[in-house]
């Protein structure tokens, strides 16, 4: 099918009522989560990944997706008028938002920051339509060492990455292939650390995990901080007007990151929070206004925001066309596809064609909800703000509860929830990595399958590994990735070390 008969086809289907209603939903709940400081994507998405299982696939992606895209508009708002980023990905926002804001410019900052986000999503979702095909006959070549390669070679590279330290995203990743193995094994059917337990006799929900480790922990981290002194300004509907300069000074910013950002998205990293710092370098390196920044550049806010958004839909290609989640939230999408009996990868396009335009078609629709809904509800964003934790916390568990119980209709889902929320706030306070545990959970599974898969293809040989050039390709760059990860902080440190000799001889020069 062509992509453009594909994703009209894809549009008539996304304007059903069920559909529309998703994707309005997700965007609101998204931006909702965004907008709650410390909540973020992942928290949002695991918390409705129960409830979706209720519903059709296409109903349960979009609301994920559409969550995902939402938080990462919404998590700018606590940035710009607060100065508390929302996620991991609304950091950089604050760097120049804020300081937009104590200028009296926090309106023009949040319209600039949601015509941006439309602009990025727009440009992201066309690069995905117009290459959705070609993409897919590539993956087409990929059997079980190739596979088997971007899974594990994948969470590998992601877990150095990501964890900040070798042992901060390797240990949460290998504790979560652990809590994959839970149940029955695959091949020979044998019972695997269930205790005797026949409720963990089909292995731990992602779901339950998914709850526990991101909504839990994040609750209890919450209750552990005080709530910020919230001194918010009014900002009336005349003031998200941006001015002249404003706009034509985000133009070039918003280009850039769009591009930035989708390519970023396609790589096993933490694609929203490095394509946003990624962005600001590159807008300050070649601003003509460097003194600016940090001071509220525009260039420093509208390139990130179009990065992180671009960035977020990038990230969906590799789950839909090759089955491979690089960040939590789309860990989550790929559980709500298995769990609907979809198998996501290269023969989806094929095989379900009308889900996965429906999906790309709602995403933008979700798209455009966004820009329609958040410029004129900026003032119901301010009162939310404004929430007491003490109140928000109890109503987030009681619905992640639900969530989690519903899963199953069993109560050992509540324990395990619970158990896995006192882990995840554990790792949190020791600076663990939570998207390296959550990723090996659903990536272990996979690896597992692949894995004796070549082995028994290839009788035994390791060497089927590593035998094709698409496989020997992904372990280089996966190798490249694990050694530099090592080698850089040394070459930084020594660089670190030459200009503060240099800095120290030049003082003694002065002395003399």
């Known amino acids: 099918m062509d992509p453009i008969d594909g994703f009209l086809s894809g549009l008539a289907l996304a304007l059903s009522p069920e559909l529309l209603m998703a994707a309005l939903i997700a965007a609101f709940i998204g931006t909702l989560i965004g907008v709650l400081p410390g909540l973020g994507p992942v928290a949002g998405a695991a918390i409705v990944l129960p409830l979706t299982f209720a519903f059709e696939p296409a109903v349960g992606l979009i609301l994920i997706a559409g969550i995902y895209l939402g938080a990462q508009y919404g998590g700018s708002t606590s940035s710009i008028l607060l100065n508390i980023p929302g996620d ?144 918010l300004q009014r900002i009336r509907m005349r003031e998200l007007v941006p001015t002249r300069t404003e706009f034509r000074r985000a133009l070039a910013p918003w280009g850039r990151g769009s591009f930035l950002g989708f390519f970023f998205g396609l790589l096993p990293v933490p694609s929203a929070t490095l394509s946003t710092f ?10 003509r206004r460097k003194d600016e920044f940090g001071k509220g550049a525009v260039e420093g806010l509208t390139g990130p925001e179009a990065a992180n958004n671009s960035a977020a839909i990038g990230s969906i290609v590799p789950v839909l066309l090759l089955g491979l989640p690089f960040s939590a939230t789309l860990a989550l999408m790929i559980s709500a596809m298995v769990v609907q009996g979809i198998q996501p990868g290269p023969l989806i396009l094929e095989q379900r064609p009308e889900l996965f335009w429906s ?122 990735v694990i050694i530099g990860g090592f080698f850089w902080p040394l070459i930084r440190r020594a660089r670190a070390m030459r200009r503060g000799e240099k800095v120290s001889a030049i003082a003694a020069e002065d002395n003399d």
């Not at 087409?140 to 088997?148: D, K, P, Q, T, V």
């Not at 059917?189 to 006799?201: A, C, E, H």
């Not at 990624?278 to 601003?287: F, W």
């Not at 995403?363 to 007491?388: C, D, E, K, S």
């Open 88 to 231: 991991a990905s609304a950091v950089v926002a604050t760097f120049d938002g804020h300081p937009m804001a104590k200028k009296g410019r926090a309106g023009a900052a949040l319209a600039l920051v949601a015509i941006g986000s439309f602009i990025s999503g727009t440009i992201g979702l066309t690069i995905v339509v117009l290459s959705a095909t070609t993409v897919s006959q590539f993956a087409l070549e990929f059997g079980s060492a190739e596979f088997f390669a971007l899974t594990a070679g994948g969470l590998l590279a992601l877990a150095r990455i990501s964890g900040g330290s070798i042992g901060g995203g390797l240990l949460p990743m290998i504790l979560g292939i652990a809590v994959a193995t839970v149940g029955m094994e695959m091949a020979t059917s044998y019972q695997r650390f269930t205790f005797g337990n026949l409720d963990l006799s089909l292995g731990l929900s992602i779901a339950v995990v998914a709850v526990g480790l991101y909504g839990i922990s994040e609750m209890m981290y919450l209750l552990e901080e005080r709530d910020p002194e919230k001194r």
């Open 278 to 287: 990624t962005s600001y370098r590159l807008e300050k390196s070649i601003s």
């Open 359 to 480: 999906v790309l078609a709602a995403l933008g629709i979700a798209n455009l909800m966004l820009l329609v809904l958040n410029l004129p509800m900026i003032g119901v964003w301010v009162r939310v703000l404004q929430i007491r934790r003490h109140y928000l916390v109890p109503v987030i568990v009681v619905v992640a509860a639900i969530g989690a119980f519903s899963v199953s209709n069993n109560m050992i889902n509540i324990y395990l929830m619970v158990a896995i929320g006192i882990v995840g706030y554990v790792l949190r306070k020791f600076n663990f990595s939570l998207a390296s545990m959550l990723i090996g959970v659903v990536l272990g599974p996979l690896i597992e399958k692949y894995y004796m898969q070549v082995m028994f293809i290839s009788r035994g040989d390791p060497i089927a590994f590593v035998a094709s050039p698409i496989a020997a390709a992904i372990w280089t760059v996966v190798g490249v």
